[in-house]
């Protein structure tokens, strides 16, 4: 991972602005006008390369162009993670309240890593977060009032990635530990979209085959479906805690959430196949 080695100042978090007002706008643009998703892919990796360019430009001393140059591979791997966060987001708000608890989650125990490395401000930004995301739970949860739309889910997304970076570049945050936070999202997505891949289905078209949309098919109820993830979520929180603790044991830990994961997957597709998929 490309290090940075100073800490960010408390003005050093606005640099991150430009990058989410992007992402944030063109989400509520196609919310709006139903944008062409070459248009919305080319944005998110121009708020991308933004952002990895502030992260890796602080202090001005450090050359982020001369480090993502002699280092460019890394440097997309970066980019990509912050637009696979961003679309991770968008796939997964489908349900009332699930978007926006999976938010309140990540922020809130990710808040208290930043806190406990002395980053303050970046804490309290996370704290933040979580405050105005509950507030809006309030009139999502099941049955929602309101719903959050590509504008709100994209611009979490994209704050979740640039928080684990930032936390891995100057603080030294195992990034793991971040992921296994972020595991229902990452697992889910990732697995569907690979199995649709494989059977030759049109993967970049809408549908209704993660697994948190067959548990909702299954159980006929967004309340139900939410409280079964937030339990999921309930152990990785747990085991993320643990880690960051035991820091050593983290490529164990992380190989047991894999297989929690997996074994969540596996319940769902029992509970509600993915038909097209039966023949693997």
Same mark, same amino acid.
């Given at each position: 991972?490309?290090?940075?080695?100073?800490?960010?100042?408390?003005?050093?978090?606005?640099?991150?602005?430009?990058?989410?007002?992007?992402?944030?706008?063109?989400?509520?643009?196609?919310?709006?006008?139903?944008?062409?998703?070459?248009?919305?892919?080319?944005?998110?990796?121009?708020?991308?390369?933004?952002?990895?360019?502030?992260?890796?430009?602080?202090?001005?001393?450090?050359?982020?162009?001369?480090?993502?140059?002699?280092?460019?591979?890394?440097?997309?791997?970066?980019?990509?993670?912050?637009?696979?966060?961003?679309?991770?987001?968008?796939?997964?708000?489908?349900?009332?309240?699930?978007?926006? %608890?999976?938010?309140? #989650?990540?922020?809130?125990?990710?808040?208290?890593?930043?806190?406990?490395?002395?980053?303050?401000?970046?804490?309290?930004?996370?704290?933040?977060?979580?405050?105005?995301?509950?507030?809006?739970?309030?009139?999502?949860?099941?049955?929602?009032?309101? #719903?959050?739309?590509?504008?709100?889910? $994209?611009?979490?997304?994209?704050?979740?990635?640039?928080? %684990?970076? %930032?936390?891995?570049?100057?603080?030294?945050?195992?990034?793991?530990?971040?992921?296994?936070?972020?595991?229902?999202?990452?697992?889910?997505?990732?697995?569907?979209?690979?199995?649709?891949?494989?059977?030759?289905?049109?993967?970049?078209?809408?549908?209704?085959?993660?697994?948190?949309?067959?548990?909702?098919? %299954?159980?006929?109820?967004?309340?139900?479906?939410?409280?079964?993830?937030?339990?999921?979520?309930?152990?990785?929180?747990?085991?993320?805690?643990?880690?960051?603790?035991?820091?050593?044991?983290?490529?164990?830990? #992380?190989?047991?959430?894999?297989?929690?994961? $997996?074994?969540?997957?596996?319940?769902?597709?029992?509970?509600?196949?993915?038909?097209?998929?039966?023949?693997?």
């Amino acid at each position: 991972m490309l290090s940075g080695g100073d800490e960010l100042s408390s003005d050093d978090i606005s640099l991150f602005f430009p990058g989410a007002i992007l992402v944030a706008a063109i989400g509520y643009m196609d919310d709006h006008h139903n944008l062409s998703p070459l248009v919305r892919i080319l944005v998110h990796f121009m708020a991308a390369l933004i952002t990895l360019y502030f992260l890796l430009h602080i202090p001005p001393s450090y050359d982020s162009l001369k480090v993502l140059s002699s280092h460019w591979l890394k440097g997309l791997g970066l980019i990509l993670l912050i637009v696979w966060s961003i679309n991770l987001f968008n796939f997964m708000d489908g349900i009332d309240g699930l978007a926006g %608890a999976e938010a309140c #989650f990540i922020f809130l125990i990710g808040g208290g890593w930043l806190w406990e490395v002395g980053a303050h401000h970046y804490a309290y930004f996370a704290w933040l977060l979580v405050a105005t995301v509950a507030g809006f739970l309030v009139w999502n949860w099941p049955p929602a009032k309101i #719903f959050m739309g590509d504008g709100g889910s $994209g611009f979490l997304g994209f704050l979740v990635a640039v928080f %684990a970076l %930032a936390g891995k570049i100057y603080w030294n945050i195992p990034i793991v530990l971040w992921m296994i936070l972020y595991g229902v999202f990452w697992f889910d997505a990732t697995v569907t979209l690979l199995r649709r891949i494989l059977v030759g289905e049109r993967w970049y078209l809408a549908h209704r085959t993660h697994a948190y949309q067959r548990l909702y098919q %299954a159980e006929g109820s967004h309340r139900r479906s939410l409280l079964r993830i937030m339990v999921i979520n309930t152990v990785l929180g747990i085991a993320a805690l643990w880690g960051n603790i035991h820091q050593d044991a983290i490529p164990w830990l #992380f190989c047991g959430v894999l297989i929690v994961l $997996g074994i969540a997957y596996w319940r769902v597709e029992r509970l509600q196949p993915m038909h097209p998929l039966s023949r693997l």
